[in-house]
């Protein structure tokens, strides 16, 4: 005997061997070799199928695919979930699962799926006259998500779709039978937010204070030469650059090209990028530092540190250590300087163009004369409004 495999399109067809019933498709039969036979297949709705067979006696398995065709145009529609209404051309033709047929005529047109809370669905076809088609859609189903956060206009993601910008409330459509969807919302400069969702809820609704992500290093820069030097002020320039200011013990070498001696104040401006555009030595023989600077009006700055010298670029100190005001121009250029203080130690950390075009000054002092009086006792916080 040999082992006869008889597949159909479609399956479970009926199969009779020289005129008696044996199995239905797919099946397996053994046949006596060297012999012809007669196999007959029949299904509800489709034209029957008469074949004949011969078995040879060497060989492998026989396999024998047969197509049978529809008695007439067949369009088979299934839904997940099921009871979904159907139109084929805006015409409603019943609730799926659904067999739309027609007498030797095809199927075209526009297939429409509808269900209440689930998207609809349209599908074009085409199905040749006395063929067979089959659909099986899975229906989307919408829920609503109401999405908040602070700050708004994140952006929104489900399962990597954008959906939109918060505050969101939007309709989204799902696949049928997800528990569970990936809630993504980012923001630049923000942390992004990851979260599991519901999707078997019709609504969902939730609210996120986001949380800013700490800076990254875009670039840095080391500023001096082979001695101490400290930066203790920096403001962005009107360029897009930056002005810095601090002092130096280096003694021209490195970044340092000036050099007054002991320590000097220095102020340095860079580019966008860090890159020195020039830099600018301050002081005198003894001890000179820059603790605050600003751009002014007029694309000069303003500096404000400390002072123990009185020759160099410094002149009219009044005692140990004065506070030291210095109007540069936009390329480092001195325009004019002012010692301030009394016979003891002064000092200037922090200074500001007013709006009347003077300079208001923050510092300490612990003299009580000279420029300074009313001092209270020891050290004083001390204020000084500069102008013409």
Do not use: M
Request: charged share 25%.
């Amino acid at each position: 005997t040999r082992a006869v495999k008889i597949i159909t399109q479609p399956p479970s067809v009926k199969v009779y061997l020289n005129g008696v019933y044996v199995d239905i498709t797919p099946t397996f039969l053994k046949l006596d070799v060297g012999k012809t036979y007669n196999i007959k297949l029949t299904k509800e709705g489709y034209e029957e199928k008469e074949v004949n067979i011969y078995i040879p006696e060497k060989g492998q398995v026989i396999e024998k695919e047969y197509t049978l065709r529809p008695k007439k145009t067949t369009l088979k529609i299934y839904t997940n979930p099921e009871g979904a209404s159907v139109y084929l051309n805006g015409k409603y033709q019943g609730i799926s699962p659904l067999t739309i047929e027609k007498s030797e005529q095809p199927i075209k047109g526009t297939i429409k799926i509808t269900k209440k809370g689930y998207e609809e669905e349209s599908i074009d076809v085409y199905v040749k006259a006395r063929k067979e088609k089959i659909i099986n859609e899975t229906l989307k189903k919408i829920i609503l998500l109401d999405i908040k956060t602070v700050p708004s206009g994140a952006k929104v993601y489900l399962d990597d779709n954008y959906i939109g910008e918060t505050p969101l409330y939007e309709k989204v459509a799902v696949k049928e039978g997800l528990k569970k969807g990936l809630l993504v919302i980012k923001k630049a400069k923000y942390e992004i937010v990851k979260e599991q969702i519901p999707l078997w809820k019709d609504r969902v609704s939730l609210s996120f204070s986001l949380k800013k992500t700490a800076p990254s290093i875009i670039w840095q820069k080391a500023l001096g030469g082979s001695s101490k030097d400290w930066a203790y002020s920096i403001q962005q320039t009107s360029d897009g650059g930056y002005i810095v200011a601090g002092w130096t013990r280096s003694y021209y070498n490195g970044d340092v090209s000036e050099y007054h001696g002991y320590i000097d104040a220095w102020v340095v401006k860079l580019g966008e990028s860090g890159n020195i555009e020039w830099q600018k030595a301050l002081g005198g023989s003894e001890g000179d530092e820059a603790h605050s600077i600003q751009q002014t009006r007029d694309g000069g700055y303003i500096v404000a540190g400390c002072t123990r010298s009185n020759d160099g670029d410094v002149s009219g100190n009044h005692g140990k250590v004065d506070a030291w005001v210095v109007k540069l121009g936009e390329s480092g250029n001195i325009e004019w300087q002012k010692a301030l203080g009394g016979s003891f130690w002064d000092k200037a950390y922090s200074i500001q163009q007013t709006s009347d075009g003077g300079f208001i000054v923050a510092g300490r002092t612990a003299s009580n004369d000279g420029d300074v009086s009313g001092n209270h006792g020891e050290v004083d916080a001390w204020i000084v409004k500069l102008g013409w």
